[in-house]
């Protein structure tokens, strides 16, 4: 049977982290971080909502077939080793902040100081999504 709708998981990590599930276009569930965790503005990886989404939404982890990641700097690494298509490249291309040599290099290592894909990889393998 072929699918006919497409699943994407939107996480938002920094400034009120928080996950959503959207299939074709509509909704299907949300949550910040700071709902589980009682610490508003949560500032970090929604790890706890990552986990939680998939209970609410009742879509398994294997069902995802994009990842939209918001408030990330280093796409590459994601990039390279997904399954899935990566859009995130298309803001970091076109920004004006990021593509001027005088302004990226300060963007980068700023965001690099906050932002790990690394560990968002490590959470979203540890829950079954394909990555």
Do not use: C
Not at 123 to 130: D, E, M, Y
Request: proline share 5%; aromatic share 10%; hydrophobic share 35%.
């Amino acid at each position: 049977m072929t699918k006919t709708y497409t699943t994407v998981l939107g996480i938002h990590y920094g400034h009120d982290a928080g996950v959503a599930i959207v299939q074709n276009g509509k909704v299907v569930a949300a949550i910040n971080e700071e709902r589980i965790r009682n610490k508003k503005h949560y500032n970090g990886i929604p790890e706890f909502s990552l986990s939680e989404i998939f209970k609410i939404s009742k879509i398994h982890p294997s069902e995802i077939d994009a990842i939209s990641i918001v408030d990330i700097s280093d796409v590459t690494k994601l990039s390279e080793s997904s399954v899935h298509p990566i859009y995130a490249h298309l803001y970091y291309r076109w920004n004006p902040i990021t593509m001027n040599p005088k302004t990226a290099p300060a963007f980068t290592s700023h965001n690099y100081r906050f932002r790990n894909i690394d560990e968002i990889k490590t959470i979203l393998t540890k829950i079954g999504v394909p990555i």
